[in-house]
């Protein structure tokens, strides 16, 4: 099949130290599609770091403020890289360009219902991308950190569970329940590395019973949960904070001291 090819977008910046750069995989084994995706580094970064890969939530994008928020905190605070990718039917996936947050919510829906091939494409884009990345000199072949809620663990957990290079993982917002749950309810004791999970106490979409039934059903012997107040989308500011230092705690650093 070849190797897949990363190739820089147009948009890059730096600022307050962070350099942002906008990516596209193809080619390997993504015949007919590509993988648009975000990085994030420390300005002027040499050597390789620890890397974290960011999926985000239905209705949302690569470029979602939570997103670019926990990239940030993780290049300056810890020296490490960050990068995510638009999930199935968002951000720059989409043929019509953006759409509301209901409309992709409701397509997401739709092709999670529909389609059985999405669990597995999407992981085969994040397997590919990530080993496009830890090419890059910058990069390298260091440990790697997965963070993804509700959407991020729909599709997130089958990757971590089949991904020997990941080495811890924040997962949450999601239980044992909707279209894939055989699925889910399969991979969930394969999954071994340390695991951070997060649920909303008042969740509408997905409901404290079937959260904790996925907990439980997750196979690391390292995983702990953090419950707190509030509905689906009220993850508080602190605890995506906290789980960026779980998986800091994990994977080793800082690396590079702020300012360094």
Known sequence: MGEPNLRWLDG????????????????????????????????????????????????????????????????????????AIDGPVHGDRRMGGAASAAVALLEFSQAWSGDPTMTDAMVT????????????????????????????????????AGEPRIAAAVLGLMGMTGPTRERINADAP????????????????????????????????DKRLHARLGRHGEVPEDELESSAAFLVGRLGGPVDPPGG
């Open 12 to 83: 890059a910046r730096t600022t307050g130290g962070v350099r942002t750069r906008p990516f596209e995989v193809s080619g390997g084994e993504l015949p007919g599609r590509a993988v648009p995706g975000m990085l994030w580094t420390p300005d002027g970064a040499h050597g390789g770091r620890p890397l974290v890969l960011i999926g985000h939530g239905a209705s949302g994008s690569k470029e979602e403020g939570y997103v670019v928020s926990l990239a940030r905190w993780l290049v300056v605070r810890a020296g490490y890289a960050a990068a």
């Open 190 to 221: 394969r999954v071994r590395c340390p695991v951070l999970y997060l649920v909303q106490w008042d969740d509408e979409l997905f409901d404290r019973g079937a959260s904790f039934e996925l907990f439980d059903a997750i196979g690391s012997r």
């Open 125 to 160: 884009d994040w397997r590919v991308t990530l080993g496009a990345l830890q090419v890059l000199e910058e990069v390298g072949a260091g440990p790697v950190g997965w963070w993804g809620l509700s959407m991020g663990t729909i599709l997130g957990l089958p990757f971590v």
